[in-house]
């Protein structure tokens, strides 16, 4: 059996050690679904930096799931690459066949192209090993009641649209991801991020005043806190196989 993932790469990382250790984006999730992936199936991976004008897409009747990365960007803003984004997620949600992942930034693009609001978090950052209160559909979909994961967002989706579910909550965020049977799933946090990946990027943060020095402390405390993105990488596995 095999499975084709077509993934947009949203940005690349944003210091060249990252780039040293993952060239883009695409390769972190690649690491994190090949480590769960099962013995008989095939999975097919394509990268596509979407990141600029101009980017080259995947034809949807090529693969059966859309994954959208993360990103260093805004999903709100009024930019041509990414109101093309927009444009194309609105398409693969309109696909039956194929079904459709976002993760962080495309956790935000897909709120977009289904009308919800998105903006930047007047609390603030989310970074580090963060818990989210699983509802009803969450604790259903991670059989658990809560989940830790990596994160790195300041922006987030306001509302939940009408024929998807929210997942979970968390003192920052109120919207931790969109879970549509059979068509979509998203999640605000990084389960594609390791311990590694999380504290190069607080590092950059810190360098580039993203985060104050109390911030920036109070998360690399956080850092190396047992997080559960394996757990997500599984399930998100799942999910793309139609066993959700």
Known sequence: MSLRVAILECGVP???ILRSWY???????????CSEEKPDLQLVVTKWLVDHDGATYPELDDVDVILISGSKHSAYLDVSWINRLVEFTSQALRSPAVRVVGICFGHQILGRAMGAPVEKNK???????CEIDLNATGKLLFKRDKLSLQFSHQ????????????LGSSPKC??????WPGRLLSLQGHPEFNERIMRETLKMKQQTSSLTEDEF???????????DGHLVGQVLLKFMLGQE
Not at 123 to 129: A, D, H, K, Q, Y
Not at 217 to 227: C, L, S, T
């Open 123 to 129: 609390l603030g950052w989310e970074v580090s090993v």
């Open 155 to 166: 922006d987030i989706v306001l509302s939940c649209p009408a024929h998807v579910q929210n």
């Open 174 to 179: 109120d919207i931790q991801g969109f879970f």
């Open 23 to 33: 060239p883009g984006y695409g390769a972190m999730f690649e690491e994190l679904l």
């Open 217 to 227: 402390q109070d998360a690399m405390i956080r850092v190396a806190q047992k997080h």
């Open 14 to 16: 944003s210091s060249d």
